[in-house]
Nanobody, 127 residues
Framework: QVQMVESGGGLVQAGGSLRLSCTASGLRTPIYMGWFRQAPGKEREVVSCISSSGTTTAASESVKGRFSISREKSKNTLYLQMNSLKPEDTAMYYC?????????????????????WGQGTQVTVSS
């Protein structure tokens, strides 16, 4: 049984930092992983993704230079370091994963590319 569990969300003032974590259990490596977010009344959007090898990452323009994605391959654990947070970063943040056939440099940006999702962790940035 696959289980995805996120943690690390919370309330922070603008300019502050948070670190999100996600552990994917029940999935054999290699796997693709990514972070997405959804604000009230808006569609789910990609924040950042990382390849199954961990060598390739990508991020949306809105978070480039502020957020950093990383992973521990052996533990299927994913992180998102969020710095210089802005009120517009307020959203529910979701971790996503999908099995890969090999360790490669492919980074999946579309939510439809992922089959497994966590329940989400709320990030609220006050102005």
């Amino acid at each position: 049984q696959v289980q995805m569990v996120e943690s690390g969300g919370g309330l922070v003032q603008a300019g502050g930092s948070l670190r999100l974590s996600c552990t994917a259990s029940g999935l054999r490596t290699p796997i693709y992983m990514g972070w997405f977010r959804q604000a009230p009344g808006k569609e789910r959007e990609v924040v950042s993704c990382i390849s199954s090898s961990g060598t390739t990452t990508a991020a949306s323009e809105s978070v480039k230079g502020r957020f950093s994605i990383s992973r521990e391959k052996s533990k299927n654990t994913l992180y998102l370091q969020m710095n210089s947070l802005k009120p517009e970063d307020t959203a529910m943040y979701y971790c996503a994963a999908n099995p890969a056939s090999a360790y490669d440099g492919l980074c999946l940006l579309q939510p439809t590319a992922y089959n497994y999702w966590g329940q989400g962790t709320q990030v609220t940035v006050s102005s």
